[in-house]
């Protein structure tokens, strides 16, 4: 069974910086896409960052030039580097992992999330 374990997150002022950790573990299995989906309250679960195996990051423009995702396949890890963080960058942070057991058997498997508050 592959679980998606997340670390990071809390209370930051505008301007400051947090880093996202996740962690993909579990046995026999192929880490393929990871990424961070966020959701603010009262607004709609939005892809913020992903990055495939071979380090092909792409992100949601309204955090270009702040957020970076990065990855470590050895460890089967990526982290979000959040720089000046803003306000509406507020909600709770998902990490995914898109996962093979075989060549046959895909499924995405995701994080518990974690907050990340960002006060004016």
């Known amino acids: 069974q592959v679980q998606v374990i997340e670390s990071g997150g809390g209370l930051a002022q505008a301007g400051s910086s947090l880093r996202l950790s996740c962690l993909a573990s579990g046995n026999r299995f192929k880490v393929n896409t990871m990424g961070w989906y966020r959701q603010a309250p009262g607004k709609q679960r939005e892809l913020v960052a992903s990055i495939t195996s071979d380090s092909v990051a792409d992100y949601i423009d309204s955090v270009k030039g702040r957020f970076t995702i990065s990855r470590v396949n050895a460890e089967d890890t990526i982290y979000l580097q959040m720089n000046v963080l803003q306000p509406e960058d507020t909600a709770v942070y998902y990490c995914?992992?898109?996962?093979?057991?075989?060549?046959?058997?895909?499924?995405?498997?995701w994080g518990q999330g974690t907050q990340v508050t960002v006060s004016s």
């Open positions: 995914y992992a898109s996962v093979s057991l075989s060549s046959t058997i895909a499924y995405s498997v």
